[in-house]
T-cell receptor, first 115, second 115 residues
Framework: GAVVSQHPSRVICKSGTSVKIECRSLDFQATTMFWYRQFPKQSLMLMATSNEGSKATYEQGVEKDKFLINHASLTLSTLTVTSAHPEDSSFYIC???????????FGQGTRLTVV | DQQVKQNSPSLSVQEGRISILNCDYTNSMFDYFLWYKKYPAEGPTFLISISSIKDKNEDGRFTVFLNKSAKHLSLHIVPSQPGDSAVYFCAASSPRGGSNYKLTFGKGTLLTVNP
């Protein structure tokens, strides 16, 4: 099946710095990618929908200036956590879907720890 | 308002027996449903899906049943194996129209299969 690669798998950063997470579709073109966040023992929370060549659509309550999303090509979307704080520590996962009648493919996830 | 609900946070079964995971939804516009399996610190892995035009889909040990009138679906795993122990997420595809393929997830059910 299709593969979505997410990098890095783990990152530790200092408070106030920014961190970039990459999500690549390796064998298909993804006009739309999704970014999720998962808190411990909780569900996947959709943060934003990333559209190639246009601005991302953010879910209610997600700060777009805090979580910058760029979808510069059909195979790459990036999420940048700006001015990170300890409360941003979480597990971030991207996914891509070819069409609305097929499954979504997920990246491996990124464990972000802000110290 | 949670549109996809998994009311059982956990389920424990014996190896070889059947595991039944349940999911309810409230949005009658959902027309595509998926089950994902997730291990800690990994991205979800697609298991099986079902379109609203069907009431059953089977793939090996996994069968998904859909009851549209009750807005209920279930995942049956038989026989259950210790390697099936993971969190299982139910997801539904967003309403028809446009290029928005986002999925709405339930909170997950932790399945433990005991040897």
């Amino acid at each position: 099946g299709a593969v979505v690669s997410q990098h890095p798998s783990r990152v530790i950063c200092k408070s106030g710095t920014s961190v970039k997470i990459e999500c690549r579709s390796l064998d298909f073109q993804a006009t739309t990618m999704f970014w999720y966040r998962q808190f411990p023992k909780q569900s996947l929370m959709l943060m934003a929908t990333s559209n190639e060549g246009s601005k991302a659509t953010y879910e209610q309550g997600v700060e777009k200036d805090k979580f910058l999303i760029n979808h510069a090509s059909l195979t790459l979307s990036t999420l940048t956590v700006t001015s990170a704080h300890p409360e941003d520590s979480s597990f971030y996962i991207c996914s891509a879907r070819v069409s609305r009648d097929t499954e979504a493919f997920f990246g491996q996830g990124t464990r972000l720890t802000v110290v | 308002d949670q549109q996809v609900k998994q009311n059982s946070p956990s389920l424990s079964v014996q190896e070889g027996r059947i595991s039944i995971l349940n999911c309810d939804y409230t949005n009658s516009m959902f027309d595509y449903f998926l089950w994902y399996k997730k291990y800690p610190a990994e991205g979800p892995t697609f298991l099986i899906s079902i379109s609203s035009i069907k009431d059953k889909n089977e793939d090996g040990r996994f069968t998904v049943f859909l009851n549209k009138s009750a807005k209920h679906l279930s995942l049956h795993i038989v026989p259950s194996q210790p390697g099936d122990s993971a969190v299982y997420f139910c997801a539904a595809s967003s309403p028809r129209g446009g290029s928005n393929y986002k999925l709405t997830f339930g909170k997950g059910t932790l399945l433990t299969v005991n040897p």
